[in-house]
């Protein structure tokens, strides 16, 4: 019997020490119990940030051990002021101190999708962050109260009340509550500042109502019919009046009126001095008039109207009423303390809602902090040292920013006063491996700090310390086959951009020391030499030899771009993308098993058809009188040097090496042709440019050919065929005419014919009537199957224009540091592979010196 | 002396408004970059552009800049490298950077390049000379970045003596701080070590065979004596200005050194505010480097009557 109260004494105290133990653990092995996994999802609401029924427990990292993200970058921002900011190195460096009220989450039995066959991790949701909830429609509400603010007979999709969590703080203290927001808008709109980020609050499409009033109130606004995307003759036509129209004399001449106005009417007779004439010539001093009547307008005297010039210049005014208030104008408003509301001048839900429309982080900032940080300068601008120092940057975001040198490093330590590192509903997910739940971010501090070469970002990589390193076209022989490479796709496609500009061609040949008995460019212009240079080039070569970070394209649309943001769906995987590309490329699908397959054989290099079309052209090229062959043996007499616009001073290596491939892949490809040896790529230096300027050489046709690629839109590929359709954004402006070139498709049983840029208008949402009968295809009135066959059929059409000629996908492929793991490894064009916040560690900073230590010790470095 | 010296201030003044104003117009003449078309924030960069006067007569926009900094010491507000910031602040955290590393630098440069300088000289046609010249010749071939790729390889990564890059911080004068840029000072140094020795060398050799050397021996001082009482003295004449054109290179940095050793210095301001039209920056770096080089100059001059007596400054006979 003692013996059994022994053995139960001893068995009850052991049973207490781990109780103990237990109760006291925080390390690695420690869980937390979690509420019910109901949050987020599409279209659900989750509870707002307690709800009861723990169903599953959090396991939590050791809250002692430190896990650094040692990352590098080769400039970081002097200022990052979300107001303000201007470049993607400033957005690098403030994605740490913000949060929004939604955010993307991997898909996994806590943030389930829609659809029951997704398994985790292969797409997303959008939940609740600092939201307690899902955005609730007020737009009735919003119509009865406010009714100019929405239009007339709306009921929904204009406005929108956001429910706010309550536990929201910045570092600093200060308690963010739906208020804080409205500081913050009032603050963007700050009339002295000019916020470069002003306009994404009040000139989007899904800006806010009334935004604009509030900017620009008590001033007048030029605006140039290109901004306002549209032309002189659209606005006349639409019933604009030719009294309401001013040019911008302040661009055009470089000078204001006596009363300090950059624009004056163009019917306006006060005459203005001409800087560029001297005094005393012939129209020293020009009216506004004179020189419209004379020379700009449609009929002017001289006939010199051009369209471009004039929709660069010329525009409209808008007068702005002085004094407006706030809270009668702007339709973004706390309606609570916790709920604020938000009223867009386009109507939005889901998904355009969630990633167009709110641009919280945009807007909330330290409002104390913030206006210590406005100063007047000498010239009487006015300027803010917000978010352009450690301590001028409150966060209310993961992390804080601890340290901060200028040009040298930045550091970032966890933000206690963060709400998700207490969240246990959405800021949790299911490890796909261990099926345990953890909190996300594991990370506890990250170094981002600026270097120059990528040399020294390797040798510190392989020194353990660095955790990515970005591979090299040297690197690819050691590294290729490491099971750390991770390969990182882009949405842009680079393409081979020719030009076929006539007027250009025709006026360089016109040009002294052009011999056209020796040498000859418009050849360019024939539809078989255009056709023979597309198929001349074996892409895969290209990226094999030059970088590993491309992968040959052979469509307009990028390998990633998302045709539906709801499922995640890539355009480049279905089957009437397939089926373009198979069009254009000529490829009999009937040959082949699946269309799969067919696709798959696309290599967009055919030396046959090349030297069969160069043969063609030939023939074509002589026709038209653009070259000779006197002595009747057959080859060309002239030689095409074709210029490749190279946007820098001077050629360096890397562009020289692409220079040469172009160059052999001609020479190779025109061989038993007429135009052996004839053809030839030589670079043409357009200055160091940070614009667009190599690519308007090839839109003026003084250069013939260079690399060229858009990017963005990587989730609305209908919106990026504005590149292609719009003048003012389109390369082939001058050539290719998309309202002349017409398009048939039948869709839903009916065949519609209507030109390629009006099917792109109504592919985005806008009415097109054709024959009387009025279409749109935009998001809200036709189903994506609809929508991608459009988007095919202007693919196709783009592809036929032998102007852009695709060659390359862009992406990445990189070393990822032993120290790491991606809870993924499938990419995803939205999560990427989870980035920072779902990045888990094999080994703690102490853990990881070890390592390192040992394997450098043995191998004199990391290997990978 | 006092007059000669208040004269070349004076005419330094002039000199420095002159540079300032042709800096000034020059850098507001390029063209700034065309704004995209559609893009919405177009419309707030002119708005921005009008506000900040770039479309006013260039000599009203100097007389602003002007008076911003003689009212107020304001060189302006960074209106594209570093959004928002005063420039003069922006310009003064990255100095310290560039001056630490280069003035570690000469520290030990100019006495080892001189001595070198020195004993080759004295060691004339032996292979101590040709030894030292040879391998001046090849040091200075060859640009300093090369060395820092090398060094930067072999003494960071291969034997792991130090640090890959500066350390960040501000603690200048710490340990950390000092091994962290050993590197970087051995890249720069090579080049003006072999700069003043070959100088030392040539000088000091022609000096060594003057008659007022021969005097001095047969006076009865000793080699040394006469060395460094008679032949170092002269042939400084021609050594200091370029100790001095060294500290001048102090302050303006080397933009490739600083990026391989990722030094957060004022190497590439200059240029970077080129590129980027960010004319505050430029015209500080500018004014700034102008003055640093006027000043310079007068050192140089003034200092060429302490070191040979002979030299009067400012004398009408």
């Not at chain 1, 009220?101 to 999708?113: G, I, R, S, V």
């Not at chain 1, 449609?298 to 009423?321: E, I, L, R, W």
């Not at chain 1, 310390?465 to 050691?478: F, K, R």
């Not at chain 1, 779902?838 to 010196?849: H, I, L, R, T, V």
Request: aromatic letters at 14%; charged letters at 20%.
């Amino acid at each position: 019997m003692s013996t059994m109260k022994k053995l139960l004494a001893v068995l009850l105290a052991l049973a207490m020490i781990v109780a103990m133990a237990a109760a006291c653990n925080n390390g690695d092995s420690g869980t937390t119990t979690g509420p019910n996994s109901t949050g987020g999802g599409e279209g659900t609401t989750p509870p707002a940030t307690e709800p009861a029924g723990p169903t599953y427990t959090i396991t939590e990292f050791d809250p002692n051990a430190k896990y650094t993200y040692n990352d590098w970058t080769t400039s970081i921002a002097g200022s990052w002021n979300v107001h303000n900011y201007q470049s993607e190195n400033s957005n690098e460096i403030f994605q740490y101190l913000v949060d929004s009220f939604y955010t993307f989450a991997f898909n996994d039995e806590l943030h389930p999708m829609k659809d029951p066959t997704r398994t985790p991790f292969d797409g997303y949701v959008i939940i609740p962050s600092m939201a307690s909830g899902m955005p609730v429609d007020v737009t009735a509400e919003v119509a009865a109260e406010h009714p100019d603010w929405v239009p007339e007979g709306a009921t929904s999709g204009y406005a929108w009340a956001i429910p706010m969590r309550e536990d929201l703080y910045f570092d600093t203290g200060y308690h963010i509550t739906a208020n804080s927001y409205v500081e913050g808008m009032k603050r963007i709109l700050d009339q002295r500042l000019q916020n470069y980020r002003s306009t994404d609050v009040y000139k989007n499409t899904y800006g806010i109502v009334g935004a604009e009033d509030y900017f620009f109130q008590g001033q007048e606004n030029f605006q140039s019919f290109t901004d306002m995307g549209t032309t002189y003759e659209e606005y006349i036509a639409n019933g604009g009046s030719v009294d309401d129209v001013f040019m911008d004399i302040g661009e055009f001449w470089g000078i204001e009126t006596a009363e300090g106005k950059t624009y004056e009417s163009i019917t306006s007779e006060v005459e203005i001095r001409d800087p560029a004439v001297p005094e005393g010539a012939d129209e020293d001093y020009v009216s506004t008039k004179y020189l419209w009547d004379n020379y700009l307008g449609p009929d002017s005297v001289s006939g010199y109207y051009q369209a471009g010039y004039v929709n660069q210049y010329a525009g409209t005014v808008k007068s702005y009423p002085a004094d407006v208030n706030y809270d009668d104008v702007v339709g973004f408003y706390a309606k609570d303390e916790y709920t604020l509301v938000e009223v867009f001048k386009a109507s939005c839900a889901d998904f355009t809602l969630f990633y167009n429309a709110i641009q919280d982080s945009l807007i909330l900032v330290e409002p104390d902090v913030y206006d210590s940080c406005i100063k007047q300068n000498a010239d009487g601008t006015w300027s803010s040292t917000y978010m352009t120092s450690k301590e001028t940057s409150p966060s209310y975001g993961p992390f804080s920013m601890t340290e901060y040198q200028t040009d040298k490093l930045v550091h970032y330590s966890r933000n206690e006063s963060w709400y998700g590192y207490h969240d246990d509903v959405n800021n949790v997910y299911k490890d796909p491996e261990d099926g345990n739940v953890y909190r996300l971010y594991q990370t506890t501090d990250i170094d981002l700090q600026k270097l120059d070469g990528v040399a020294t970002a390797k040798n510190m990589f392989l020194s353990g310390e660095l955790i990515g390193y970005g591979l090299q076209a040297a690197d690819m022989a050691e590294y290729q086959h490491s099971e750390r490479v991770f390969d990182t796709p882009a949405p842009t496609v680079f393409f081979s951009l020719l030009t076929g500009n006539k007027d250009g061609l025709d006026a360089r040949e016109a040009a002294e020391g052009f011999d056209t008995t020796k040498e000859d460019i418009q050849t360019i212009l024939c539809p078989s030499f255009r056709k023979a240079f597309a198929v001349s080039f074996d892409r895969q070569a290209y990226c094999d030899e030059t970088s590993p970070s491309l992968t040959p394209a052979f469509g307009i649309f990028g390998r990633t771009i998302i045709y539906d943001p709801e499922t995640a769906a890539y355009y480049r995987d279905t089957d009437v993308a397939k089926q373009a590309l198979c069009d254009f490329y000529s490829i009999d699908v009937s040959k082949y098993a699946s269309l799969d397959e067919a696709v798959d054989s696309i290599t967009g290099f055919d030396p046959a058809a090349a030297k069969e079309l160069y043969t063609a052209a030939f023939q074509e090229s002589l026709a038209a009188g653009y070259i000779t062959d006197a002595d009747n043996d057959g080859k060309c007499d002239q030689t095409i040097n074709i210029k490749y616009a190279v946007s820098n001073t001077s050629i360096n290596d890397a562009t020289q090496l692409r220079l040469d491939w172009y160059d052999a892949s001609l020479v190779e490809a025109t061989k038993g042709t007429p135009f052996e040896d004839k053809v030839h790529v030589v670079g043409e230096c357009v200055g160091n440019t940070t614009g667009e300027e190599f690519a308007d050489a090839i839109k003026a046709g003084t250069c013939d050919l260079c690399l060229a690629g858009w990017n963005g839109s990587a989730m609305d590929p209908y919106n990026l065929l504005q590149a292609y359709t719009w003048d003012s954004y389109s390369y082939a402006a001058e050539w290719y005419h998309p309202k002349q070139d017409m398009l048939t498709l039948t869709l839903n049983g009916e065949t519609v014919t209507m030109s390629v840029y009006d099917w792109a208008e109504c592919v985005n949402g806008n009415d097109v009537t054709v024959d009387g009968k009025t279409y749109n295809y935009g998001t809200n009135n036709a189903d994506q199957e609809t929508r991608m066959l459009i988007l095919a059929g202007i693919e196709g059409k783009l592809l036929q224009t032998f102007t852009y000629i695709p060659f390359a996908n862009n992406g990445g492929k990189s070393l990822l540091s032993w120290k790491v793991y991606y809870v993924t490894d499938e990419y995803n064009a939205v999560m990427g592979r989870g980035g920072i916040a779902y990045m888990k560690y094999n080994y703690s900073d102490a853990e990881w010196a070890d390592f390192c230590a040992e394997q450098i010790n043995a191998n004199g470095k990391l290997t990978y | 002396m006092i007059k000669y010296v208040l004269q070349r201030i004076l005419y330094m003044f002039f000199v420095f408004m002159i540079i300032m104003f042709m800096s000034f117009v020059l850098i507001r003449m390029l063209p700034l970059p065309a704004l995209a078309p559609n893009d919405p924030h177009t419309e707030i960069l002119e708005i921005r552009r009008e506000a900040l006067g770039y479309n006013k007569p260039y000599l009203e926009q100097f007389w602003i800049f002007i008076k911003g900094i003689v009212t107020k010491w304001d060189w302006g507000t960074s209106e594209k490298l570093y959004i928002g910031r005063d420039v003069w602040s922006v310009f003064m955290e990255k100095l310290p950077a560039t001056m630490i590393v280069n003035l570690y630098s000469i520290l030990w440069t100019i006495p080892v390049g001189i001595a070198l300088g020195v004993w080759a000289a004295l060691k004339k046609n032996t292979w101590v000379d040709y030894t030292i010249s040879t391998l001046t010749m090849v040091v200075i071939s060859v640009p300093s970045f090369v060395y820092a790729f090398i060094i930067q390889y072999l003494l960071c990564f291969k034997l792991r003596w130090f640090p890959f890059v500066m350390k960040a911080g501000t603690d200048y004068f710490s340990w950390a701080m000092f091994k962290s840029i050993i590197p970087p000072i051995l890249a720069l140094s090579f080049g003006v070590i072999a700069g003043f020795c070959r100088t030392t060398r040539a000088e000091l050799t022609e000096v060594l065979t003057s008659e007022f050397m021969l005097l001095a021996r047969t006076k009865g001082l000793t080699k040394t004596q006469a060395t460094v009482r008679h032949a170092l003295r002269n042939c400084f004449v021609v050594v200091v200005p370029g100790i001095f054109g060294e500290f001048i290179g102090i302050i303006g940095g080397s933009l490739i050194i600083e990026n391989i050793f990722s030094i957060p210095g004022v190497g590439g301001l200059t240029l970077a505010a080129i590129t980027n039209l960010d004319y505050n920056i430029f015209m500080l770096s500018t004014c700034f480097y102008t003055a640093i080089g006027l000043a310079a100059g007068l050192v140089v001059d003034i200092s060429y009557g302490f070191i040979d007596p002979r030299i009067r400054m400012g004398s009408k006979k």
